[in-house]
């Protein structure tokens, strides 16, 4: 029986990013954790100590979504959405001299809490949450049953990820926190900080946004939003906006646009310096083109200069920031992928011209970093044998000085995880190239031993295979963990090996990707000792999905026991039912009604056309509400695989997205992919097999 589990991993414990409070003594976080016994969430709200790295739990309650520290003496200020879809606020202690009180109460669901201190009795909060027409903060409880459940549109988007869009719209608000006479927090009124914003904007509709949108400081809120007068199924143009808020106290005052000439794709990750002057963002140029590199642009004094620079524009740093941080007010901290980690880079606000980023560190996956002290920063992580670890880091040092203050798993040992089972594959590519991949060994390997192999295939197709705990519903820890030698090709498009590499997957889907796989693969058969080709299995989710059921009608289908597809694509020419069409038409240069050219690009991409090639056992996973890959692809495919009399399996999820996420949801998932793959390469199965409706 395998040590670890998935029920060990949907019950593992996982952390928010750590935040340290002013005095870089303590760190405040919440850990969250499922009992698949109980069917119930608990969720801590706790706080280490940095010198002694022991933890205090300060609170208990599952409906807490975010925190923050709010003063100097080290209070706490957290959200937690009641039942009546209310948020409650709460403010305690992390010296727990008091117990803690309910500080006010916003009336309706938010969440990603961020502060700003106004002196000693005064901070200023921000968070985000659905907008009323009015501007106030939605309560989709408030909302009265309709007779009819019809839905009416003139203009898209009619829906996105997994929702039908309402008149609701995505904002940001902000409120006060003031102390009384009696030494209380007590919330004062609450501002939509959209008001003043004459273009009536919105946040964009983004799958993993949340406090990343918007930074804040004394000045007031920078904020990324969209223009609703654009789709956001057409277009990814997003822009920065700067609203004047004197003391949080009162409403909006003016806003401005934060032009950046030339770029008209989307911006993210804007960040204020300490002193408050200047800002800095990632910025896409091209509309549309989500892949490309992200630009560092710099205002180095946002509120009264209305023209930035680019950084590193002369640089030949070859990697794509995802999420940028000021250390100090002349030092950026930038997270990007490299190989198959997210590695801490810093770079200088006023570089000199040849000046390259310096990495730090690198070794798993970074989720945030927070400035820690003039030389250090604190760094959240996981990787695949460890489902949270905090780290501090010296960001100027010479030499590496990072140091583990706290590790969930004890680096692995408590799941029985090892660092040795990973390892890093570099094989020959379909062309001048080498391709990488992310390799993790059954737990109990041996060089004498025989094991059969799984190939997960990654989403995206411009992302990557993660050296961390989570890794979209294909976790290699999990399959290495029933006995698999796992591969995990770094395909053409994956991020992380230069900006080439990724733009060379577009119009190209089903080639040079394919190719690599199949590289990889040839190269594993013929010289990894231990990992037995004749029994292997192959799946993966989104493009994963994609490139599964391509194989499947390929001749190299037929090296593989069974396949899986989870929220995969049946056909390129469906890609008008989906939520980001601006995507399809960029990595195919284009509809394939403008050109000859481009059609033959849909219809030599398209795995439906080999349909008559399907032979291997196959498992079809979908989610009713992915709005992203439509359920019909699945329908399709198991139609498909029935009427052929392959033996095949329909798994379907009524209430989740493009991701299967919900943890009892998560456990019925790997049931079916090992109730159906395992005995066909000879592993024993221990999970609860599904019973079929019919």
Known sequence: MPNFTPRNYIEAPLRSSAIPNKAT???????????????????????????????????KDEKINSADWIDEHDNIAWLAVQKSGNTSVFVGSRKQEKDPYLAGIIPGPVSDLKVQSFGPDRVGIVFTGLANSDGTVHNPADVPAKPSSAKYYTSHVARYWDSWTTSTRRAIFYACLELNSGGRYHL????????????????????FGGSGDFAVSSRGIVYIAMDPKISPAFHTTTDAYHVNIRDFKQPPGETSRLVVEGFEGSTSSPTISP???????????????????????????F???PT???????????????????????????????????????????PAADHQPRKISGQDMIGAVYPCGPEHVLA???????????????????????????????????????????????????????????????????????????????????????????????????????????????????????????????????????????????YIKENIEGADTSRAILGGLSYGGYMTNWIQGQPFGREFKALFTINGIFSTHDF??????????????????????????????????????????????????????????????????????????????????????????????????????????????SGDRLVAAR
């Open 25 to 59: 003594s303590h760190a405040l976080f919440t850990t969250s954790s499922y009992n698949l016994g109980t069917h119930s969430l608990s969720v801590r709200l706790e706080v280490i100590d940095l010198a002694s790295r022991l933890t205090t739990t300060i609170w």
């Open 188 to 207: 004062t009124t609450v501002y939509n900080a959209y008001a003043s914003n004459a273009q009536k904007v919105e946040r964009p509709l983004q799958v």
């Open 275 to 301: 002193d408050g002057r200047k800002l800095a963002l990632l910025k896409i140029k091209k509309n549309g083109a989500d892949a490309q590199q992200t630009c560092v642009m710099l205002w180095n004094n």
């Open 303 to 305: 509120a009264s200069e």
């Open 308 to 350: 930035c620079s680019q950084l590193l524009r002369n640089s030949t740093w070859d990697l794509s920031a995802e999420a940028i941080v000021f250390q100090d007010d002349n030092t950026l901290l930038l997270l990007a992928t490299e190989s198959s980690a997210v590695a801490l880079f810093t770079a200088e606000t006023n």
């Open 380 to 522: 959240s992580s996981s990787s695949l044998i460890d489902n949270g670890t905090i780290r501090l880091i010296n960001v100027f040092s010479s030499s590496p000085q990072i140091e583990t203050l706290s590790s969930l798993s004890d680096s692995g040992k408590e799941f029985g995880l090892s660092e040795d089972q990973v390892e890093n594959l570099v094989v020959k590519g379909a062309g001048d190239y080498v391709v990488h991949s992310l390799v993790m060994r059954p737990t109990d390997f041996s060089p004498s031993k025989s094991y059969p192999v799984c190939f997960l295939i990654h989403g995206g197709p411009q992302m990557a295979c993660w050296n961390a705990w989570n890794n979209y519903n294909t976790n290699p820890q999990i399959f290495a963990s029933q006995g698999y030698y796992v591969i995990c090709p770094q395909f053409t498009g994956s991020k992380g090996y230069g900006q080439q590499f990724v733009d060379d997957v577009s119009g190209d889907w089903a080639g040079r990707p394919y190719k690599d796989i199949v590289a990889v693969f040839e």
């Open 576 to 685: 008008l039912a989906r939520d980001n069409i601006f995507f399809i038409r960029e990595d195919s240069k284009g509809f394939p009604w403008e050109s000859d050219e481009i059609r033959f690009l849909f219809d030599r991409a398209d795995p439906a056309r080999f349909a008559g090639e399907w032979k291997t056992p196959h498992l079809i996973v979908h989610t009713e509400k992915d709005f992203r890959c439509p359920i019909e692809a699945a329908l399709s495919a198991f139609n498909l695989l029935q009427l052929k009399g392959i033996e095949s399996g329909l798994l379907i999820f009524e209430d989740e997205h493009h991701l299967v996420v919900k943890p009892e949801n998560v456990a019925r998932l790997f049931d079916a992919i090992f109730g159906f793959c395992n005995e066909k390469v000879g592993l024993s199965f």
